[in-house]
Nanobody, 122 residues
Framework: QVQLMESGGGPVPAGGSLRPSCAAS?????MGWFRQAPGKEREVVAI???????AYGADVMGRFTISQDVAENTLYLQMNDLKIEDTAMYYC???????????????????WGQGTQVTVTV
């Protein structure tokens, strides 16, 4: 069964850093991080593709960095200068095996992990 499993979330003080990771049981052409805060819609955080470079949502650009270890099928999200408004459940996602699409579009992604909670404290 294809799986994505996030880890590395937790509480962190404002201004701090965190680096969640996502272990994938398969490789895909495009993977990404999304987040959803209570009462808000899910939003894209960052994506990275086998044939394209990373792209970021406007709210995290310059603070977050997405990367991947292709050999280990692991996706990372380095989060620096965290803000209270970054508090959310963070999800790892991947596009279908046959898909060539890769961009900041949630509907491109059909495989999702269970999420890891990131809570930024005062």
């Amino acid at each position: 069964q294809v799986q994505l499993m996030e880890s590395g979330g937790g509480p962190v003080p404002a201004g701090g850093s965190l680096r969640p990771s996502c272990a994938a049981s398969v490789s895909r052409n495009c993977m990404g991080w999304f987040r959803q805060a209570p009462g808000k819609e899910r939003e894209v955080v960052a994506i990275i593709g086998r044939y394209r470079g990373p792209a970021y949502g406007a709210d995290v650009m310059g603070r977050f960095t997405i990367s991947q270890d292709v050999a280990e099928n692991t996706l990372y999200l380095q989060m620096n200068d965290l803000k209270i408004e970054d508090t959310a459940m963070y999800y790892c996602a991947a596009t279908p095996r046959e898909s060539g699409r890769c961009g900041l579009v949630s509907s491109y992604f059909t495989l999702w992990g269970q999420g890891t909670q990131v809570t930024v404290t005062v």
